[in-house]
């Protein structure tokens, strides 16, 4: 069982960066595909990210590729997402959620586990 926890959050300028971290503080975490989603106010939640279980594949959404980061370390428990060229538009509740899967899905009914999610705000 995985218990997610996010964190690193905050108000950021447009065109700055800022590094999301997820950890997992149950036991069997590298035996889940990692997705990052997100949810802007009045909006449906959107697939940011995914990587794999060994963190060699890795997926995003196209307007988010080449700006976000997905990775992930094993020995820490923790899934990261770094966000660089921030746009007032990528403002959202951030989730990281875990799925059995092997390949992390886009769809976020097919993930088991949850975090809290942390607040991004970007400032034009």
């Known amino acids: 069982q995985v218990q997610l926890q996010e964190s690193g959050g905050g108000l950021v300028q447009a065109g700055g960066s800022l590094t999301l971290s997820c950890a997992d503080s149950g036991r069997t975490f590298n035996s889940y595909a990692m997705g990052w989603f997100r949810q802007a106010p009045g909006k449906e939640r959107e697939f940011v990210a995914g990587i794999s279980r060994d963190g060699i594949s890795r997926y995003y959404t196209d307007s988010m590729k080449g700006r976000f980061t997905i990775s992930r370390d094993n020995a820490k428990n923790t899934v990261y997402l770094q966000m660089n060229s921030l746009k007032p538009e990528d403002t959202a509740v951030y989730y990281c959620?875990?799925?059995?899967?092997?390949?992390?899905?886009?769809?976020?009914?097919?993930?088991?586990?949850w975090g809290q999610g942390t607040q991004v705000t970007v400032s034009s």
């Open positions: 959620a875990a799925t059995i899967k092997v390949v992390p899905s886009r769809f976020d009914y097919e993930y088991s586990n």
